[in-house]
């Protein structure tokens, strides 16, 4: 007890030292960073490593979170001196500033190979008792997607809480919503340095202090994931069925880390993926990543390492591949054990006909569900002819109201948010819009809900409706809106705004990883805001139909908790495996895959391995798993040293004596990089692969190679027999290029595939080929 006194004694002193350095730099900048430190070296005189920090490293009320789970150490306000000062400390790893990250914002089951009573739903028990963590911008609990009805207790495994808040009580819970927490202190700090918005109530405010969701997009990915049947769901009428998600019976638990109109910030999402591991999910659904463009190494990026936390303690983490295709090298998340998903359309379009007064008909979408134009025809006005930029794209206070009042205006898009453009339309007495694509968009289309009559159209028809303008001395217009369309070919098209590989930090891996549903997606939605997000928009909806990777990734999720349900020892990498492996490079025509933004066939850098195809996935014959030891083998490989492996693995790692190659990560898919300076004639690389048998025992497959167009790919060996005992068998592809008369396409590379097949079972790897010059 004295003991223990002296300490306590002790440790109110030291505090009250650094407590004054602290008050003496207050009057400096201060800024929220992350510190990594090597927690085996806290001195055994401190109980705890918050005693530790608070007492060796910062101010007690200068630290936002301790982490202990998925990361060792600390994030806190500090002024730069201090900074300065913790990060000398031999016991200090690295450290990172706190970064602000972005959102990257019923049919689509059904468009998986997902049917009632059969196939996967049948065998997983649609995801029943799969926790399902989901980091966004809370929930709004009410809605039917959350009900319990029927649903068995919560898991005993299960450790988590519901944390009460703002307009949150523990009751909003239930056996479906097991668990909700919210993380706001990075936040708040940010906000008190640099002037984001602080939380306050949502009584004509801006957020709410809990996990209650005022922006939506929380509410909506948690839905798709696993939302329960919903019966005579709509958007105002559009997308009109049953809405149900991925895996209708996971239990959420739900982890807001992302606050409405100001982003998320890495230090409170590395404190989320520390209690969700913490808590007991199975599965983490992240819709979120960088919102500058710019990869961060894997060691300084909060996402990578707390997934790998997450990873090599056998949960599954899906991530949004991001959202500014269709450019090259624009996917996000790229660390190799995070699925980072693309977006593909669906069977389903709200199509929207734009009727020129010269009788010709333009193709458009819209989500709008005001009143009709019926058929009358208005004077059509494009306000970019002035010259002026901002009054081309319908920005705040661009439009004169004596010039667009009673005409449908042409917006271009870009620069601010679709449906805002249409409401500085309306404001200056505009009757309609139609937002027309820009050549970097091309005819990738996105329907929305806007508050006037408006449709979007491609760069092609915006172009002839300009055309159409100079050439007519009274151009006139209006637009039929056509409601909800079923069938629609081809199908899957990879959507235009989906982030495209390579990948920018480690091209020896494919990125994206595959595609899912992410365009007109229909889910949940809060009471908070109506269907735009807008301030001005005061309609309610129970249901609202998005677009982006962020509904990509939580078809994922909800997929990986199903196959974790049906095969509870399988690891993060092999159900990853499972779905990419048996993904789908066809569309509904049965034709060669296409993107969006130019009709061309789609490459592996546009889907990964191809287009989540679940009813394949649930039996995949072969998987290509991957152990931690494999991960801190390709960190060694692409030159991080041993300090640099701990700060993402939280464990002291031992490179091989001989240096591992990057390429032989045992990924499911295939990347060759090749010097674009090699020597005269060609030049191979190889790789090495396992595959593990999780198929009939007695199985034989048989290797098919799609080669590359002016690439040899051979395999060794050709056949791979399993039997009783014989599970694994290991492969090598050797893959030669004459580099110097090697054609690339306009993505800069050429792909192929390579194949196993039992006659019953096709396990497809992609093969990228591609050319690196020297700098």
Known sequence: ??????????FLFLCGFVSQ?????????????????????????????????ASEFADPLAILHVYDTVFHGFSASLAPEQVSSISQHPSVLAVFEDRRRELHTTRSPQFLGLRNQRGLWSDSDYGSDVIVGVFDTGIWPERRSFWDKNLGPVPKRWKGTCEAGEKFAAINCNRKLIGARFFIKGHEAAGASSGVPPITLMNDTVEYRS?????????????TAAGRYSFQASMAGYAAGVAKGVAPKARLAVYKVCW?????????????????????????????????????????DPIAIGA????????FVSSSAGNEGPSAMTVTNLAPWLTTVGAGTIDRSFPAVVILGDGRKLSGVSLYAGAPLNGKMYPLIYPGKSGIFSASLCMENSLEPNVVRGKIVICERGNSPRVAKGLVVKKAGGVGMILANGAYNGEGLVGDAHLLPACAVGADAGNLLKKYISSTSNPTVTIDFRGTQLGIKPAPVVASFSGRGPNALSPEILKPDLIAPGVNILAAWTDAVGPTGLDSDTRKTEFNILSGTSMACPHVSGAAALLKSAH???????????????????DNRAHPMTEESTGKPATAYDFGAGHLNLDRAMDPGLVFDITNDDYVNFLCAIGYGPKLIQVVTRIPAKCPAKKPAPENLNYPSIAALFSGASKVGPSSKTFVRTVTNVGPMRSVYVARVEAPKGVTVTVKPTTLAFAA???????????????????????????????????????????????????
């Open 308 to 315: 790998y936390g997450a990873v090599s303690r056998g949960v």
């Open 568 to 586: 509870p020892d399988w690891s993060p990498a092999a159900i990853r495996s499972a779905m990419m492996t048996t993904a789908s490079v066809i």
């Open 21 to 53: 350095v602290f008050t003496d730099s207050t009057h400096k900048t201060v800024k929220t960073f992350i510190f990594r430190v090597d927690s085996h070296t806290k001195p055994s005189i401190f109980p705890t490593h918050y005693h530790w920090y």
């Open 260 to 300: 409405k109109d100001s982003g998320c910030f890495d230090s409170d999402i590395l404190a989320a993926f520390d209690s969700a591991v913490s808590d007991g999910v199975d599965v983490i659904s992240i819709s979120i990543g960088g919102g500058d463009g710019v990869s961060s190494p894997y060691y300084l």
């Open 211 to 223: 996990p209650r969701d005022a922006d939506g997009h929380g509410t909506h990915t948690a839905s």
């Open 725 to 775: 005992g014989v599970t694994r068998r290991s492969f090598v592809v050797t893959v030669t290029a004459d580099t110097r008369n090697l054609v690339l396409d306009d993505s800069g590379a050429v792909f192929g595939s390579l194949s196993w097949s039992d006659g019953t079972h096709v396990v497809r790897s992609p093969i990228v080929v591609t050319q690196l010059n020297p700098l």
């Open 1 to 10: 007890m004295a003991s223990y006194s002296i300490f306590f004694f002790f």
